[in-house]
Nanobody, 122 residues
Framework: QVQLVESGGGLVQAGDSLRLSCAAS??????MAWFRQAPGKEREFVAA????????TSYADSVKGRFTISRDNVKTMALQMNSLKPEDTAVYFC?????????????????WGQGTQVTVSS
């Protein structure tokens, strides 16, 4: 049984940092990603990482330069979030799939975690 479990969310102030983690069990995946969903909005892409020798990554423009995605191994992933802004407030979801590349497309991910809340106060 495949399971993705996120951890590390919380309440912080603008300018602070948080580190989210995701652990996968049951199988391995070529690509893992983070998406987020704010109240009343659609789920949106945040960052993705494709597991190769060079670990190809991609980022949403809104987080580029502030967030860093990484993979410790084929089953664990992290998102380091620095210089957080109130507009980063959302539920963050870990996702996994087998696309060839660090895909931004939500349809390329067939496995999802339950989500972890990140709240950034101004």
């Amino acid at each position: 049984q495949v399971q993705l479990v996120e951890s590390g969310g919380g309440l912080v102030q603008a300018g602070d940092s948080l580190r989210l983690s995701c652990a996968a069990s049951g199988r391995t995946f070529r690509t893992m990603a983070w998406f987020r969903q704010a109240p009343g909005k659609e789920r949106e892409f945040v960052a993705a990482i494709y597991w190769t020798a060079t670990s190809t990554t991609s980022y949403a423009d809104s987080v580029k330069g502030r967030f860093t995605i990484s993979r410790d191994n084929v089953k664990t992933m992290a998102l380091q979030m620095n210089s957080l802004k109130p507009e980063d407030t959302a539920v963050y979801f870990c996702a996994a799939g087998n696309s060839w590349g660090a895909s931004r497309r939500i349809d390329d991910y067939g496995y999802w975690g339950q989500g972890t809340q990140v709240t950034v106060s101004s």
